[in-house]
């Protein structure tokens, strides 16, 4: 079993839908990132949280520490929101802050 | 604020020939991290340097990835010989320090033939 998981593998959704990605862990973290990676290979860091809820634009990123489990949302979704989002972990038992990632979820969103 | 910077931005070679892929990190940046992504998995970390030192690359597979980051600044990625399964996306990233947030570059997208 991963040590970070995410669901859905893939998801479709139509302009204009309430989206949520989740991601579960079964290690001690030090932060989870959620990164988003557009066709041809560049990521973009999104949000870096250890614990609550952060916001920014139409993005909602939340965390609960003692489940283990984060999700990612997004508002009044657009074609443009199209990439697959990756969920990673820093494990405390890695000093050195290595990043343990799901295998990302792809996004799609119809006009 | 300049990102990080990698190139080229794509690669195609025959198998066993050789390939090197560099990487500019974020100004003052003194962590930086080198992933292997194959097509549909998330990324591997193949090596992380703390300046120009080594933590952690556990899984290089050294028989024929290299990497240094000689004056702790900029990095280079070696593979020689390349092998089919070498083809990926590699990634570099840096951060301020160790489990602080990390920023990628656009990555270099290696085709083995």
């Known amino acids: 079993k991963n040590e970070v998981e995410q669901s859905p593998q893939n998801l479709t959704a139509q302009e204009g839908e309430f989206i949520t990605i989740n991601c579960s862990y079964s290690?001690?973290?030090?932060?989870l990132h959620w990164l988003q990676q557009h066709p041809g290979g560049g990521i973009v860091s999104l949000f870096m949280?250890?614990?609550g809820k952060k916001k920014h634009g139409r993005l909602i990123a939340t965390i609960n520490i003692q489940e283990k489990h984060s999700s990612l949302h997004i508002t009044a979704s657009h074609p443009r929101d199209s990439a697959v989002y990756i969920c990673?972990?820093?494990?405390?038992?890695?000093?050195?802050?290595?990043?343990?990632f799901g295998q990302g979820t792809e996004l799609s969103v119809k006009p | 604020e300049a990102g990080v910077a990698q190139s080229p931005r794509y690669k195609i070679i025959e198998k066993r020939q050789s390939v090197a892929f560099w990487c500019n990190p974020i100004?003052?940046?003194?962590?930086l991290y080198w992933y292997q992504q194959i097509l549909g998995q998330g990324p591997k970390l193949l090596i992380q340097?703390?300046?120009?030192?080594?933590?952690?690359d556990s899984q290089l597979p050294k028989d024929r990835f290299s990497a240094e980051r000689l004056k702790g600044v900029d990095s280079t990625l070696k593979i020689q010989p390349a092998k089919l399964e070498d083809s990926a996306v590699y990634l570099c990233?840096?951060?301020?320090?160790?489990?602080?947030?990390?920023?990628f570059g656009q990555g270099t997208r290696l085709t083995v033939v």
């Open positions: 340097f703390q300046n120009n030192g080594v933590v952690d």
């Open positions: 290690v001690g973290i030090s932060a």
């Open positions: 100004s003052g940046h003194a962590t």
């Open positions: 990673a972990v820093g494990a405390i038992y890695n000093q050195g802050g290595k990043l343990i």
């Open positions: 949280l250890s614990s």
């Open positions: 990233a840096s951060g301020v320090g160790p489990n602080t947030e990390a920023f």
